[in-house]
Nanobody
Framework: QVQLVESGGGLVQAGDSLRLSCAAS????????MAWFRQAPGKEREFVSS????????NYADSVKGRFTISRDNAKDMGYLQMNSLKPEDTAVYYC???????????????????WGQGTQVTVSS
């Protein structure tokens, strides 16, 4: 079992940066892929980025490519999402997610992830 807690959200202006953190508890986090998803009001949850358990492989949604960077520190059981050049359309609740499968690949589909945090609100004003 893995428990995830996000932090770092807030209200910022367009062009600003934020760094989201995902604190994990559980023995297997360092051996599983993790991802970030987001959900804006009235919209479905969408993929943002994912990273393999080693950190060597990453994936990004086209809408955030070049602006967001996913990373992890397995020694601390932490995942991160550095968000630069934020836009109003990035406004959403951001969730981190972890896979149950050990040594798996980083997926972009939400159904591939078994553990979810409660989310952290990111609001970008224009």
């Amino acid at each position: 079992q893995v428990q995830l807690v996000e932090s770092g959200g807030g209200l910022v202006q367009a062009g600003d940066s934020l760094r989201l953190s995902c604190a994990a508890s559980g023995r297997t986090f360092s051996l599983t892929a993790m991802a970030w998803f987001r959900q804006a009001p009235g919209k479905e949850r969408e993929f943002v980025s994912s990273i393999s358990w080693t950190g060597a492989r990453t994936n990004y949604a086209d809408s955030v490519k070049g602006r967001f960077t996913i990373s992890r520190d397995n020694a601390k059981d932490m995942g991160y999402l550095q968000m630069n050049s934020l836009k109003p359309e990035d406004t959403a609740v951001y969730y981190c997610a972890a896979d149950r499968q050990l040594l798996g690949v980083p997926h972009s589909n939400a159904y591939e992830y078994d553990y979810w945090g409660q989310g952290t609100q990111v609001t970008v004003s224009s």
